[in-house]
């Protein structure tokens, strides 16, 4: 009885609070959602991924203020804010068509988002005129082609000041819709297929602080004395098109509030940079002058000493590495000076230059001589690439061992020798000497390295080819568990494959979640050695292995029926060695197979018959006398196989490269990027 009372008090409690609460709502105006913009949302969602609507499975209730994707105004309750970002299912083969007339329902609306949703345009795109309060409309990666699908009439958003249209097929000249767009300061269209002369369009534009023209087809001259007029420019992005004519600097001289400047890439362009004299009033942190074809440095850029990031690789920059630079900036924290013609030592004192450097690419250059111990002492440097010069002497031991930041190491083509394997910090991901002047024996290097540091725990690359490196492979390998690309092609390594090799799991385990990314690459590389003994079963348990090359050894054994269990593999190389027995028909199991070469062996019987195997050639197969079956002449006996002449563009991509170095051309930087 007491506790009922009791009870019955807080229920009435809690009424009187519920009933306090909904007097407050309507004294202040807290109606939830409107009921229109609810519905237009509930529209759109079923729309995303019509017929089946799968979008947005967390939205429920009322209040669609509350809703994922979805931001309203505190004191109107109206909807201002929409970011559906990735949410039309990416397994429907059309594109999005979503209807205009719905989002026109949110009167209020002020940002539209709708990144990376296969968009290819809306219907009624007029519709969109009714957003007289929309200020960022951002479609960034989507698929629209023609902007009459997206226009919605000549410069009817009054209040647009930000327009992503970045990342989508878009055709032809600049949207009519944009012309006269006059309330833009932001406006990113790269990575389209705009093409034209946009000197009479960009004419009006004053308002500009960010423009990002980038990796479109633009022609015409450099609208010089227009750039001249965008006073509120602050990135000005115009790499990548096809502008031409004679540019002076010059004209870049009064824009002071310019702090980020990319013109690369555009081949037609003659950059003036010296004459008429000028002074910039900016202090640029980031600027690109890749592709240019710049014989000098200009001399602008050694008064610019807030730079963050300087690219001036890809031209035709030749002499000492400049000492100049010290004049740059001390906050320097990316510098690319790739593919040049520098010469001479690298400097003694970097770490005193860019003391902050993170990232250092001076790669395919004619830099000579030893890694200077300076390049040791700079503390928060990630990735050191000095590929493709002409460096010599031994890696500095500090360099692998005590740069606790560096995690990308690319040493290759190179004359650098010693120990192969001098002590590596943990954190190192990729470690690239290949094409070096390395000796020893491989186990004494490993050994030694190990005895000092763990094992490797984070090493994803490691590449070793083109070396002098002999004996055999050593079993302590195994341990670096997270390789994904092992290259030791091309050197002196004699004894068996390590029958350990399914302990690295990055080889045998196929995680799902790398399958959505864009590609990543599992490669083991052991051709061109001295390599005996037969193909070890454990082999056959790296399912996540996209590429293998045994050829140019010494193998000998049968090729095992079960290499049809390595679902994932695109490129398979056995050729020139000592292999025997007859090709299992197991191995038409490999549907993702694109190159298979098992030429020059001592194999026999049929050829395996179906599916990727209907797509070989005869060169994959030559050298085996005891081979019969399509594509050979020789025949098994009655062959009732349609002939077939289709080679696959995968196969000829790899037969290209799949030679005794293939790695080297598969493998590129911007790949080993992407492993994270
Ligand atoms: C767009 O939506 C409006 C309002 O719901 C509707 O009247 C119109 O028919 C739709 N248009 C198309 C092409 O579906
Ligand atoms: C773009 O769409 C409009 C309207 O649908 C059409 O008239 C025009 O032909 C299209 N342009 C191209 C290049 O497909
Ligand atoms: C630029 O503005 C001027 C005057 O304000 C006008 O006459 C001209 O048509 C405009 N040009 C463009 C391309 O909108
Ligand atoms: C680009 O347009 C501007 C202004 O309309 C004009 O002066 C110039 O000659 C054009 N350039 C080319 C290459 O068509
Ligand atoms: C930059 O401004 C100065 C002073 O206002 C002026 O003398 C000069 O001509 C301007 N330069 C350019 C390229 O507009
Ligand atoms: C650029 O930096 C210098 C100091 O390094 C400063 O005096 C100057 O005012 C800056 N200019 C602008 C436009 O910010
Ligand atoms: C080096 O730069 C030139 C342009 O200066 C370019 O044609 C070439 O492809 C670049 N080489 C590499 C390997 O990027
Ligand atoms: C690079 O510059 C040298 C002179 O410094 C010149 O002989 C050579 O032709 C230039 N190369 C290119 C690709 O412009
Ligand atoms: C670099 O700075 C020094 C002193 O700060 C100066 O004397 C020299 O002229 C500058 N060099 C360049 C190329 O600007
Ligand atoms: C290793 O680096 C640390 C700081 O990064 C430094 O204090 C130490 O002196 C370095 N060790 C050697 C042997 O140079
Ligand atoms: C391979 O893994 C097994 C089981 O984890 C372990 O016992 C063996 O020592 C490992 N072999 C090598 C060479 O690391
Ligand atoms: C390869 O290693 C063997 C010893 O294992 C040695 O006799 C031979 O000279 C080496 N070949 C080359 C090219 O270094």
Redesign the pocket.
Known sequence: MFNNFILIMEITAVYRCFLLLLLLCIVLNCRGCMDEERD?LL?IKTSINSPDGTAFSSWFGEDCCQWEGVECDASTTHVSRILFQHQRDQSLLENWYP????FAQFRDLKELELPGNRIEGF??PDELQKLKHLQRLNLHDNSIENASHLCWGRGQLPSLYSLDLSNNQLKGYLPECLRGALSLTELIVSHNYLQGNISAWLSNMTSLTLLDLSNNQFSGSFPSFLVQSLTNIETLKLSTNQFKGRVSFSSFANLSKLSSLDISYNAHLQLETESPTWFPSFNLTVLSLSGCNLRNIPSFVFTQNHLNSLDLSDNNLSGPFPRTFRNISSQLASLDISNNSFNGPLPEDINLIFPELLFLDASLNVFRGGIPPSFCRLKRLHTLILSGNKLRGAIPYLLTSNMSSLEYLHLSNNNLGGDALPKIQPKLKVLDLGRNDFTGTFQDSLSRSFSQSLAFPQLRVLILSGNRLQGQIPQQLCRMRRLSVLDLSNNNLSGNIPNCIDNITSWTAVDQSRAVHIYFITALDLSCNRLTGSIPLQITQLKAIIALNMSHNLLTGQIPASLGNLEALEALDLSHNKLFGELSQELTALIFLGFFDVSFNNLSGATPQGNQFNTFQNASYVGNPGLCGFPLERKCGPDIRKQSHVMSNMARTYSLLFHCAFLILVVNVSFLFSIV
């Open positions: 237009a529209q209807n205009a007339t719905l219907t009624s």
